[in-house]
């Protein structure tokens, strides 16, 4: 009887440690990380003028991992020419959004999301390692009613910001991030 019960007892904890340790579904972020949901999946974008010198295809991955306390974004453009892979978690000291994105240009940025007005999300970065271009982003993202997620950047280079430029990201499942 007595060890009936021990594992009667046993079950019901770890019954009960599966229930509070993980996300209700797999996939989903933890709450502090649930203004990031509607960006999971794959997204591709081909810049607005295809055949001008500075066009680009972007391939952008957004995926839970780690019991969603992580939402990992890889991304390539031109089929890998330049690459990147971001980490975003909850800094429970900061009570903040944060992220490294590393890339194979040899620099990395640090930095803290905030939920927009619009639904969306603003981004601000500091660029490390590089040893000239932007020191600084701004972003904002946004899934739109149609489907897609509709970006801005804009970037401080010495003490001057650059006008946003814009990007529209579509769905797309089928693309592949080829990193290097």
């Not at 957004?62 to 978690?89: F, K, M, P, Q």
């Not at 020191?135 to 739109?144: A, F, G, M, Q, R």
């Amino acid at each position: 009887m007595f060890m009936k019960r021990t594992t009667l007892w046993a079950i019901a904890c770890l019954i009960g440690f599966s229930a509070v340790c993980l996300p209700a579904r797999a996939g989903d972020p933890i709450p502090e990380l649930v203004i990031l949901k509607p960006f999971i999946g794959t997204w591709k974008t081909i810049s607005d003028a295809p055949n001008e010198p500075n066009s680009f295809t972007d391939v952008a991955k957004w995926e839970c991992i780690l019991n969603g306390r992580v939402v990992r974004i890889t991304h390539n453009v031109n089929d890998g020419a330049y690459a990147g892979e971001s980490l975003i978690h909850w800094d429970g000291q900061q009570q903040k959004i944060i992220y490294r994105y590393v890339t194979t240009a040899g620099f990395y940025t640090d930095g803290v999301i905030t939920p927009a007005d619009d639904g969306g999300i603003d981004v601000h970065e500091y660029v490390r390692g590089a040893t000239s271009g932007p020191t600084e982003t701004l972003s904002h993202y946004e899934v739109k009613d149609d489907g897609r997620i509709h970006a801005w950047s804009k970037f401080l280079t010495g003490d001057a910001w650059t006008e946003p430029n814009t990007v529209i990201y579509e769905h797309a499942p089928e693309a592949q991030v080829n990193l290097p």
